[in-house]
Nanobody
Framework: VQLQASGGGLVQPGGSLRLSCEASGRTFNNGVMGWFRQAPGKEREWVAA??????RHADSVKGRFTISRDGAKNAVYLQMHSLKPEDTAVYYC????????????????????WGQGTLVTVSS
């Protein structure tokens, strides 16, 4: 199983980016897919997650970021608007085979697979 994240780059404050993560090797349509990020010198933090019936977003990105998925492409996306310098980080996608309650989707330990990360830099 591989998760291939892409879409990162350099963007000015207030700008937008769309991250993509395509899975190969198995499907996760009945499972959970999520995004985490790790800024330099900081611990990894959860950003957003999606399962078959709900989405959740961290308070720090709520209203600015939106997670979505395309079952046909076995992919998950993170649309990011109104980016701030503090959003600068390496963004990782993650996937879980089975279902889990929505409240647990923010725990890194519940995910079975991780992508390699894509760097997002927000700077003028």
């Amino acid at each position: 199983v591989q998760l291939q994240a892409s879409g990162g780059g350099l963007v000015q404050p207030g700008g937008s980016l769309r991250l993509s993560c395509e899975a190969s090797g198995r499907t996760f349509n009945n499972g959970v897919m999520g995004w985490f990020r790790q800024a330099p010198g900081k611990e990894r933090e959860w950003v957003a997650a999606i399962n078959t019936y709900s989405t959740r977003h961290a308070d720090s990105v709520k209203g600015r970021f939106t997670i979505s998925r395309d079952g046909a492409k076995n992919a998950v996306y993170l649309q990011m608007h109104s980016l701030k310098p503090e959003d600068t980080a390496v963004y990782y996608c993650a996937a879980r085979n089975g279902r889990i309650i929505s409240g647990a989707m923010d725990r890194a330990g519940v995910y079975d697979y991780w992508g390699q990360g894509t760097l997002v830099t927000v700077s003028s």
